[in-house]
């Protein structure tokens, strides 16, 4: 089965530039998070979509950063205008159903913003 | 809210010992666990969970991981380290209140000496 599939993997852009981040959660599951690493904060939730519908975004850092969920199988983050202090991990994980059950992660996004 | 505590932000095993990774939690009510394991460059990858009944879990790679409510603990274990296990461990909570979101500890990133 093919897992969670987040796009770029990489990606070095400069401040000021728009950046967006891509997921495929795998088929069937009704979550998706996105979650951003980074070394002072360690892994923080930005937000979570249920059925594609945003359902708690208090984890968005700021207005620069947005998220949409336009159908089942996809979603994005955006970061418009990007700054330096947003370089981090960003991962995607998706979960199925409700209910507490184990979230599938992706391998993440690497952003750097010059 | 609920939180939790990795006491340990790095830990270095000989290979073939033994290895405990401590996890605490604060929650109020009976805790959904979990540990994950992220290898470098790559996203998490669930290694076990506790929801409910027998408080001794086994998980996938030889760990396994005890429950204790008296001390609020749910400590990883596993008797025999590989240097393949070298990676950073994260423990984690589940807000079953909030649609399944999961509060991650800070991470003990493992060592292994050959």
């Known amino acids: 089965d093919a897992g969670v599939i987040q796009s770029p993997r990489h990606e070095v852009t400069e401040m000021g530039q728009e950046v967006t981040l891509r997921c495929k959660p795998i088929?069937?599951?009704?979550?998706l998070f996105w979650y951003r690493q980074t070394m002072m904060r360690g892994l923080e939730l930005l937000i979570y979509?249920?059925?594609?519908?945003?359902?708690?975004d208090s984890g968005m850092p700021e207005d620069r950063f947005s998220a949409k969920m336009p159908n089942a199988s996809f979603s994005t983050l955006k970061i418009q205008p990007s700054e330096p202090r947003d370089s981090a991990v960003y991962f995607c994980?998706?979960?199925?159903?409700?209910?507490?059950?184990?979230?599938?992660f992706g391998d993440g996004t690497r952003l750097s913003i010059l | 809210a609920q939180s939790v505590t990795q006491p340990d932000i790095h830990i270095t095993v000989s290979e073939g010992a033994s290895l405990e990774l401590r996890c605490n939690y604060s929650?109020?009510?009976?805790?959904?666990l979990f540990w994950y394991v992220q290898s470098p460059g790559q996203g998490l990858q669930l290694l076990l969970k506790?929801?409910?009944?027998?408080?001794l879990v086994q998980g996938i790679k030889g760990f396994e991981a005890e429950f204790k409510r008296s001390q609020s603990s749910f400590n990883l274990r596993k008797p025999s380290v590989h240097w393949s296990d070298a990676a950073e461990y994260f423990c984690?909570?589940?807000?079953?209140?909030?649609?399944?979101?999961?509060?991650f500890g800070t991470g003990t990133q493992l060592k292994v000496e050959l």
């Open positions: 994980a998706s979960s199925p159903e409700s209910g507490v059950v184990p979230q599938h």
């Open positions: 929650y109020g009510a009976t805790p959904y």
């Open positions: 984690a909570v589940v807000n079953t209140g909030g649609g399944n979101k999961l509060t």
């Open positions: 979509f249920n059925n594609n519908v945003p359902i708690d």
């Open positions: 088929s069937g599951h009704d979550y």
């Open positions: 506790y929801f409910s009944g027998d408080t």
